[in-house]
Structures are given as C-alpha cells and as structure tokens.
C-alpha cells in the first residue's frame, strides 16, 4: 500500500491563485519526486529533488525536500487553467522502486 | 528524443484470460519499471528490469510476470486474469539509478 501520506487530496482554486500541497512519510528517503497526470496519461515529471534541503524551481513550480528526508512540499504559483490535474509526489525506494502519495486533484475555476 | 511508448493503450478480456503488455523505453534508458494504478490502491509497483535482470519486485501475486529483452524493451504478463486486474498499467524508464520516466499506460478492462 501507499507509504507516503499526501495532503490535501483536492482542491478548488480561482485562477491566478498560489497552491501548495505537501508529502510527510515515516521512512527516510534520499530521492523525492512530483509528477503530474492528466486524464488517461501517464505521469509526467515536474521536479526532481536529490539532496536534503534543496529548493528547485520550474516556471512557476518550486519543490522543497525537507531537512528531515522525510517530507516534500510542492507550490504553484499564479494558476492557470492547464495546471487542472492530479499531481503526485513520489518517492524512490531502493533500486527504481517509487513509492507514490494518493495525488492531490486540482481544480481551477476561471 | 522519442518518449517511453506503451502498447496496446486499451485491452479488453475476461476472467481467465491472460495478457501481454509491451513497452519501448527511452532511447539509451536500461531500466524498465511498470506500475499498476488503481483507484482503489492508487500507483504500486511491480517489478524493475536492468539488463535483462529483475532487480526488484512488489507485493503482487506470481500470476504477474515480465521479461525484458536485449534492447530494453520489456513486457509484463497477468495470466489467469481476475476482475481486480482492472487497471492503468504504466511502464517507465530511466538510465541508471535516476529519474523515471512514465509512458502512456495501457488501460486493461477484465470482463
């Protein structure tokens, strides 16, 4: 089952509005990732995070693995109507094994 | 670069059927993983191929199988299909020990 506890699992914006949505888990890991998927795709990589504090940026994406190693936020600034989806973080278990949160859905009122 | 490319992309079968699932990675990527992803129990990991190796293996029954072949490419079998078979398969790809990279999935109805 899953081993990383995403919140919040929705959410309901107006356009133009900052989110965040944030990933806690018990066991440490050295690798955090967030993804993103749309309606019958596969999931699509936004930010990857390797080391223990490091904040990394893309666009309007920016992704911090915690101090701990043990949790990960993500925020998106400025919303626009194509960040509609599911985002997901996800984490790397030993060798090419993710462990994923249940998603947080986003939904974009215009 | 041409992405990871799953296919068949829909597949319909019935109970007792089995299936044969492909994926093409990533030009120059040696690790194939796939995912079954279901509402229920959200994305789960099956098993990872390196060289032609399984390196790693999720909580699944051994009706799930997979192979991968000399040039990268993998598939994964589900014989003796269930309902609960129901699911997006994903496949990903990465080089080595690095960030994986996800195709289209395969959506598999059981009947």
């Known amino acids: 089952g899953q081993q990383l506890n995403q919140s919040p699992q929705s959410m309901f914006i107006q356009e133009g509005e900052d989110v965040s949505m944030n990933c806690t888990s018990s066991s440490i890991f050295n690798t955090w990732l967030w993804y993103k998927q749309d309606p019958g795709e596969g999931p699509v990589l936004l930010i990857a995070?390797?080391?223990?504090?490091e904040l990394t940026s893309n666009g309007r994406l920016t992704a911090q693995f915690g101090i701990t190693r043990k949790d990960s936020f993500l925020n998106i600034s400025a919303s626009i109507p194509s960040d509609v989806g599911i985002y997901f973080c996800?984490?790397?278990?030993?060798?090419?094994?993710?462990?994923f949160g249940q998603g947080t859905r986003l939904t974009i009122n215009p | 670069k041409a992405g990871v490319t799953q296919t068949p992309r829909y597949l319909i079968k019935t109970r007792g059927q089995q299936v044969t699932l492909s994926c093409s990675p990533i030009?120059?990527?040696?690790?194939v993983s796939w995912y079954q992803q279901t509402p229920g129990q959200g994305l789960q990991f099956l098993f990872e191929?390196?060289?032609?190796?399984?390196?790693n293996k999720g909580n699944f029954p051994g009706r799930f199988s997979g192979r991968q072949f000399s040039n990268s490419r993998s598939e994964m079998n589900v014989s003796t299909l269930e309902l609960g078979d129901s699911a997006l398969y994903l496949c990903?790809?990465?080089?080595?020990?690095?960030?994986?990279?996800f195709g289209p999935g395969t959506r598999l109805t059981v009947l």
């Open positions: 990903a790809s990465s080089m080595l020990q690095d960030t994986q990279y």
């Open positions: 030009s120059g990527h040696r690790s």
């Open positions: 191929y390196f060289s032609e190796t399984q390196r």
């Open positions: 995070l390797y080391k223990a504090g």
């Open positions: 996800a984490a790397l278990q030993g060798a090419q094994k993710l462990v």
